[in-house]
């Protein structure tokens, strides 16, 4: 049951893995490499987790391990987290800019009319 919930929880994070590499972070922050072995890795950990939960594991050993696997997952979802969380922090920041400089705009338009209507 543990390694099936395990086994969900990797689907999960490689999926936000995929969505995080197609915005584009992994080229600009030159992550690629590192971002493309954290796929690997998770994509074992998820093979092992499921085979673990097809055998029904009941050695104190191999449950300590599969219990580590899980503790590294949580750390790779923290690691994504973190990424997920610029991403949406750098959008935002960009997206104030662009809202001032329209802004400016629109008052740099309007300037003339306005000094006209003073004189």
């Known amino acids: 049951m543990a390694a099936e919930l395990l ?6 994070t490689l999926k936000r893995l995929s969505s995080i ?11 690629e490499g590192q971002l493309r072995k954290l796929n690997q890795s998770l994509t074992i950990i998820k093979d092992v987790l499921q085979d673990a939960a097809r055998r029904a594991v009941t050695e104190e050993s191999v449950k300590r391990w599969l ?3 899980q503790v590294v997952a949580y750390d790779a979802e923290d690691v994504l987290d973190e990424f997920a969380y610029e991403i949406l922090r750098k959008e935002q920041k960009k997206g ?3 809202l001032k400089k329209l802004v400016g705009v ?13 004189l």
């Open 96 to 98: 104030k800019i662009v």
């Open 7 to 12: 086994t969900f929880a990797m689907e999960e």
């Open 67 to 69: 219990q580590n696997l």
């Open 106 to 118: 629109q008052i740099e338009r309007q300037i003339p009319s306005l000094t006209a209507q003073k």
């Open 21 to 31: 590499a197609a915005e584009g972070i992994r080229l600009a922050w030159g992550l």
